[in-house]
């Protein structure tokens, strides 16, 4: 700026016929910078220079890419591992906390709860008070883990004699008709949905080019579809009984990450969608006060993600080696946070993206 100031005042003096102030000398002017080109001698050898060699075709980018040869589907139905119900302290707890956390005299719903995240989560609103509706595609998985659900919270609540109300229920969550009839029968048994979780969803790994397209409607049906019709009926029950609500939404670092090396475009981009599902639907619904919340996991070692990384263990290792925390998370690090979210200790928290994921979106 100095520079221009004195160049002005030289070009006015000269117009003048005046000298008010000193000519510029050449080292005053600031010259543009630019690099000088590299002279080609043995220096330019990439075997000779690392930085050269860390750039050559073989490795350039290839620690932030995907690779297409990893290929992972969605197991059947038949082939799913079971995820155990996560053992307690074995007792009642007295330590002291917040009233606010207590989700005592609650009905919370949570989709894809027979298993994985959804599992554990629910296993976490039981444990923190709150009576729970399981709706799973396996209905008999689901009607398997209710009990078992039932059964370790009277193990690790002895003497207790009213036991949560824990039932389980069909639905296919990308269907409108199924997610009617699912919602009727949990208000015909519970009387009424205070709490909703969305956790029902799956991911795969294709390249995008190879993706076969029907898989790819089936994803983003469960993953977005399913998400949008228990949130729009859920909300819709509670408006009509003009009482309030908190609805969390499962996604994914996913969401806001790309994920490598494993290729899933499809999978980010539903996971976006539901992201910005839950922001736009608490702006809609803060009126109505309905609060509406994301989290969003990382690497999170569920059943069937230890028997993929047991089957791929550089994958294993990759990911690992991207989180700060330098470790996977567990099912039971969402437990606090999704109780957060549905409990009024977060009642002014509306629209917000809580990501559970080790650090890894941070880098």
Request: aromatic share 6%; glycine share 8%; hydrophobic share 40%.
């Amino acid at each position: 700026m100095l520079h221009r100031a004195i160049a002005r005042s030289a070009v006015k003096a000269q117009a003048l016929g005046t000298t008010s102030r000193p000519a510029l000398l050449s080292s005053q002017v600031r010259q543009f910078s630019f690099t000088t080109q590299r002279s080609n001698n043995k220096s330019d050898d990439p075997e000779n220079d690392p930085l050269l060699r860390a750039s050559s075709p073989e490795h350039q980018g290839k620690f932030a890419r995907t690779d297409e040869s990893v290929q992972i589907e969605y197991p059947p139905d038949s082939e799913m591992p079971a995820q155990p119900v996560v053992q307690g302290r074995g007792g009642m707890h007295f330590k002291r906390t917040l009233a606010q956390f207590s989700l005592e005299n609650k009905v919370s719903l949570v989709t894809g709860g027979a298993r994985g995240l959804g599992l554990v989560m629910g296993q976490g609103l039981v444990a923190s008070g709150s009576d729970l509706a399981i709706v799973d595609l396996n209905k008999a998985e689901a009607e398997e883990q209710a009990g078992k659900l039932v059964e370790q919270f009277r193990k690790e609540n002895p003497g207790l004699e009213q036991m949560p109300n824990v039932t389980a229920h069909y639905a296919d969550v990308s269907n409108p008709t199924s997610v009617q009839e699912a919602l009727a029968e949990i208000l015909e048994k519970h009387k009424r949905i205070d709490n909703l979780v969305t956790s029902a969803g799956f991911t795969e790994n294709f390249d995008a080019i190879s993706y076969p397209f029907d898989r790819m409607k089936k994803l983003w049906g469960v993953n977005v579809d399913g998400t949008y019709l228990f949130a729009t009926g859920v909300a819709k029950h509670l408006m009509e009984r003009k009482a309030p609500g908190s609805i969390v939404m499962i996604g994914s670092m996913s969401g806001s990450i790309v994920n490598v090396p494993q290729p899933q475009a499809p999978y980010n981009a539903a996971k976006a969608a539901v992201r910005h599902l839950a922001a736009s639907l608490a702006v809609e619904w803060a009126a109505q006060d309905i609060r509406v919340n994301c989290i969003s996991p990382g690497y999170m070692l569920t059943a069937l993600t230890r028997k993929i990384l047991d089957e791929n263990p550089q994958l294993r290792d990759k990911w690992i080696s991207l989180i700060p925390a330098g470790k996977m998370g567990t099912p039971e690090d969402l437990m606090g946070a999704v109780t957060f979210l549905l409990s009024d200790a977060s009642k002014y928290i509306t629209g917000a993206d809580l990501r559970v994921d080790g650090g890894y979106t941070l880098t």
